[in-house]
C-alpha cells in the first residue's frame, strides 16, 4: 500500500482482526515521510458471492441484505446498530456453508431469519412474513 500523504511505500507495524466487523485493522508506517495511519481491509463481497437467482447469477449485495433486516427490526431502537450487526453476522455465517461463493436467495433468507430469530422474535416474525421461502 502507498502512503496517504507523500504516495510512498508503507510497512504494517501492528494487525488485528476485527472479528464483529470482518475486517483487518491495521497500522501502517510510511517508509519515506515516516507518517503513521490506519486502514481498515474488507472483503469485496459483490464481487466474492455470488446471488443463483432464476437461473442467473448476480452478485451478493450486502445492502440489500442490510435494508430487509433494517425493516424487521424498525420497531427497535436501536433498529440502525442491531442491523448492521445481523447483517454482519449473516454474512459470517455465509461464508461458513460449505456452498460458497454460489448461493441461492433461499439459503441467505434462512441464514437471515435464524440469526434474527436468536436476536428478536418480534422481528424473526416479520421477516418471515416477507420471505414465502421461510413458510
Known amino acids: 500500500m502507498v ?17 464483529r466487523s470482518n475486517q483487518v485493522w491495521r497500522r ?6 515516516k ?3 490506519t486502514t ?11 446471488v443463483d437467482s432464476r ?3 448476480e452478485p451478493f449485495l450486502p445492502d440489500k441484505l442490510y435494508t430487509e433486516v433494517l425493516l424487521a427490526l424498525q420497531d427497535r431502537k436501536d433498529c440502525y446498530i442491531a442491523a ?3 447483517t454482519n453476522t449473516v454474512i459470517k455465517e455465509l ?5 460458497k461463493p ?3 436467495p433461499e439459503q441467505i433468507s434462512h441464514v437471515a431469519a435464524s440469526v434474527l430469530k436468536r436476536l428478536d422474535r418480534r422481528a424473526y416474525l416479520r421477516y418471515a412474513a416477507e420471505h414465502p421461502s421461510l413458510q
Do not use: H, M, W
Open 35 to 37: 507518517a503513521i495511519f
Open 95 to 99: 461464508l461458513k456453508l460449505p456452498d
Open 3 to 19: 502512503c496517504a500523504y507523500c504516495g510512498k511505500e508503507t510497512q504494517v507495524t501492528n494487525s488485528r482482526r476485527q472479528r
Open 84 to 86: 448492521r450487526e445481523v
Open 28 to 33: 501502517r508506517q510510511c517508509k519515506a515521510c
Open 102 to 104: 454460489l448461493f441461492r
Open 55 to 57: 437461473s442467473r447469477s
Open 40 to 50: 481498515l481491509e474488507v472483503v469485496d463481497l459483490p464481487t466474492t458471492l455470488i
